[in-house]
DNA sequence: GCCAACGTTGGC
DNA sequence: GCCAACGTTGGC
C-alpha cells in the first residue's frame, strides 16, 4: 500500500468538506498538471492519503482519507462552461484523471508546516522543498510514520 | 529544439 | 502584497 499527499486551499475545500461530503467522499476534480496527475494514476484503492492545507492559516496536514475509486477520465476537462475545461481533451483519450477520495479521520492534532520543518526523518518531504508546488505527491512509508506520531495517530489506526 | 515571456502556486 | 519556483506557450 502506498502513501499520498493532497492539497486543496480550505477556502475553496477544506478537509470539513470533505467530511460533510455525501459517503464522506468527494471526486479529486481538477488536478491539470501532468506530474500530479500520473500520480493520481498511480493510486489504488485503499492507499491512505494525508489532506494538506494550503494558503491557510495555518498551512497544515489535518487529516487522513482513502482512495475509494482508482483513476477515471476527470468530467470537467470536457465541460466548455467550466474553468477546468480542457479543448485539447477528448473522450476517446482523456488528458486528465481524478480519484475518488473518502475522510477516514480528522487527525487529532493537526501537523503544520512550520513544525514539519527540521523533523529527522522529513528532510526528503516534497511539501517542504522550497517552491514546491504538486498538488498530489506521494508520500514514503517514514514520512507517513513520522507525521502521524507527530498528529498523535497510532499506525494501527492510521 | 531552445528559450524568453508569461501565468500560477503558495509560502512568507 | 511580494516574490521565488516552476509549468506552459509560442516565436524563432
Known amino acids: 500500500?502506498?502513501?499520498?499527499?493532497v492539497k486543496s486551499e480550505p477556502t475553496s475545500f477544506s478537509y470539513r468538506d470533505l467530511e460533510k461530503a455525501p459517503k464522506k467522499t468527494t471526486s479529486w476534480e481538477g488536478?491539470?498538471?501532468?506530474?500530479?496527475?500520473?500520480?493520481?494514476?498511480?493510486?489504488?484503492?485503499?492507499?491512505?492519503?494525508f489532506f494538506y492545507h494550503s494558503n491557510a492559516e495555518p498551512n497544515a496536514i489535518v487529516g487522513i482519507c482513502e482512495?475509494?475509486?482508482?483513476?477515471?477520465?476527470d468530467e470537467s476537462q470536457f465541460d466548455r462552461k467550466s474553468e477546468m475545461h480542457d479543448p485539447k481533451s477528448t473522450r476517446?483519450?482523456?488528458?486528465?484523471?481524478?480519484?475518488?477520495l473518502r475522510a477516514v479521520r480528522a487527525l487529532p492534532r493537526a501537523v503544520t508546516l512550520a513544525e514539519l520543518r527540521g523533523v529527522a526523518g522529513l528532510e526528503k518531504m516534497e511539501?517542504?522543498?522550497?517552491?514546491?508546488?504538486?498538488?498530489?505527491?506521494?508520500?514514503?512509508?517514514?514520512?507517513?510514520?513520522?507525521?502521524?506520531?507527530?498528529?498523535?495517530?497510532?499506525?494501527?489506526?492510521?
Not at 522550497?130 to 494501527?156: F, H, N
Open 92 to 100: 476517446e483519450s482523456p488528458t486528465w484523471s481524478t480519484v475518488d
Open 67 to 73: 482512495v475509494v475509486r482508482e483513476a477515471y477520465p
Open 1 to 5: 500500500m502506498s502513501h499520498w499527499l
Open 127 to 158: 511539501i517542504l522543498r522550497k517552491g514546491s508546488r504538486l498538488s498530489v505527491t506521494p508520500v514514503s512509508e517514514e514520512e507517513w510514520r513520522v507525521v502521524c506520531a507527530l498528529a498523535g495517530v497510532s499506525d494501527a489506526v492510521a
Open 31 to 49: 488536478v491539470r498538471n501532468y506530474a500530479a496527475r500520473n500520480f493520481l494514476r498511480a493510486m489504488r484503492k485503499g492507499d491512505r492519503v
